[in-house]
């Protein structure tokens, strides 16, 4: 770590020298201004003026790149917070996968639109204002959207009904650009520190567990996709079990649905009175799934492991709501509380 002498130059003014190798790096010469933030536990953290400019423009050479390879690399640009990408190659037109590899990924990431397209190069531009969202009301979509398709996949299951199965694989397609739009934002805020307060932060430091609650909401989506799969695979799209033992199964998503919004919750709220009642839902249900396998009649081996991935997937679900309810509580104890004092 560097340090710093701080000179006085007034009755009331302090000052410090600012390292040449950054102000190069950031093209800050005499006279220009920089912002400075004030953020928690006596932290000043200064900003360049390119700090507060739009994103940055990133092009992406498709020389050696196949159709796959191109899409992962929009969607990290996309990810990095670059508000236009442009494709090209060295020399000659863009290939057909090229192309399509473009569109495909435009469908896949919320605010992204072609802007420019030519034979030889294609242009595309975020245009997602950071100030249009905050990270706790994404979190809350992410959640609720797989809550959503956790619920119409076990319904699918219990009445057969293959179009509700359909409508929650649907909804995977939103999940994953809440989820990435996520990514987005977060990564913006950890490389420009004024864009903290405008998703909804004090400071940075919640970013890298909001970063893990994202990608555990993305996974229990995963999970509620995993039934309705089971649902459309399955004859007559049910699982061959009794009236009981599918409503247990309803039951225990139930508790599954409950466990995963009270986590988010304590997240957002920085409540770690809710956290630790995560805490005591998942010792309530931490056995449900071998308790109900266990009392599963005898059936064929094909119908036994269709409900078992069923339980397991419900099972897994809850684990993650328990992961994110151990950092509410790391975020909430970051904080002074009725049950904290920190000096």
Avoid at 91 to 105: F, K, P, T
Avoid at 236 to 247: A, C, F, H, L, P
Wanted: some cysteine; glycine content about 6%.
């Amino acid at each position: 770590m560097e340090t710093r002498k701080v000179q006085r130059l007034g009755p009331s003014t302090l000052a410090m020298t600012l390292p040449a190798e950054w102000a190069k790096e950031h093209d800050v010469e005499k006279g220009d201004e920089v912002s400075l933030r004030m953020g928690g536990k006596g932290t000043l953290t200064v900003l360049p003026e390119s700090a507060s400019t739009e994103g940055s423009t990133a092009t992406i050479h498709a020389d050696n790149l196949d159709a796959g390879a191109l899409e992962r690399a929009i969607v990290a640009q996309y990810v990095l917070g670059r508000r236009v990408i442009h494709i090209q190659k060295s020399e000659g037109a863009l290939d057909s996968e090229h192309i399509n590899a473009v569109y495909r990924a435009e469908t896949q990431l919320m605010g992204l639109g072609v802007i420019e397209e030519t034979p030889e190069r294609i242009a595309i531009r975020c245009s997602v204002d950071p100030e249009d969202f905050t990270l706790d009301n994404l979190l809350e979509r992410l959640e609720n959207t797989g809550s959503t398709m956790r619920g119409e996949s076990v319904k699918a299951l219990a009445h057969g009904n293959a179009d509700l199965a359909e409508r929650a694989l649907n909804r995977e397609r939103q999940a994953n650009k809440i989820f990435v739009l996520l990514l987005r934002l977060i990564f913006m805020a950890y490389q420009n520190p004024n864009l903290a307060r405008a998703v909804g932060l004090e400071s940075g430091f919640p970013l890298i567990g909001y970063r893990s609650v994202a990608k555990n909401l993305e996974l229990t989506a995963d999970n509620a996709e995993d039934i309705g799969n089971i649902a459309l695979d399955a004859k007559n799209n049910t699982i061959d079990v009794d009236g009981s033992t599918m409503r247990a199964i309803r039951e225990f998503t139930d508790q599954v649905d409950e466990i995963t919004v009270t986590a988010v919750e304590a997240v957002v709220e920085r409540d770690y009175d809710k956290a630790i009642a995560v805490g005591r839902m998942f010792e309530e249900i931490s056995d449900r799934e071998m308790e109900l396998i266990r009392s599963l009649p005898d059936m064929p081996k094909v119908e036994l492991l269709r409900t078992r991935e069923v339980l397991v997937s419900l099972q897994q679900t809850a684990q993650y709501a328990m992961r994110n309810a151990e950092i509410a509580a790391n975020l909430a104890l970051n904080e002074e509380s009725e049950h904290v004092t920190i000096e």
